[in-house]
């Protein structure tokens, strides 16, 4: 069964810094693209940063050279470095996993969310 368990939310101040993680259980982290989400109350679910196997990344405007995305293949884990914090950054960032295999689309997988609040 897989499971993506988030770690390292918190409250911080503005201008601070977070790291999240997330450890991916099973075989899939070697063949996943992996990725950060976040859902700020009232607003939907939308991509932060993503890394593929090969260690290609991508960032939402809005957190571009402040948030660092990186993989440790060995330990199965994906982090989120986050810096310079805005409250505006205040949400529920969910780990996700899209696994591809030799077969049919990419399966995709969710951790269960851990909340980042930014605020004084």
């Known amino acids: 069964q897989v499971q993506l368990v988030e770690s390292g939310g918190g409250l911080v101040q503005p201008g601070g810094s977070l790291r999240l993680s997330c450890a991916a259980s099973?075989?899939?982290?070697?063949?996943?693209?992996m990725g950060w989400y976040r859902q700020a109350p009232g607003k939907q679910r939308e991509l932060v940063a993503t890394i593929t196997t090969t260690d290609r990344t991508n960032y939402a405007d809005s957190v571009k050279g402040r948030f660092t995305i990186s993989r440790d293949t060995a330990k199965n884990t994906v982090y989120l470095q986050m810096n310079n914090l805005r409250p505006e950054d205040t949400a529920v960032y969910y780990c996700?996993?899209?696994?591809?295999?030799?077969?049919?689309?990419?399966?995709?997988?969710w951790g269960q969310g851990t909340q980042v609040a930014v605020s004084l």
């Open positions: 996700n996993a899209d696994h591809y295999t030799a077969y049919g689309p990419p399966q995709r997988y």
């Open positions: 099973g075989s899939i982290f070697s063949r996943s693209i």
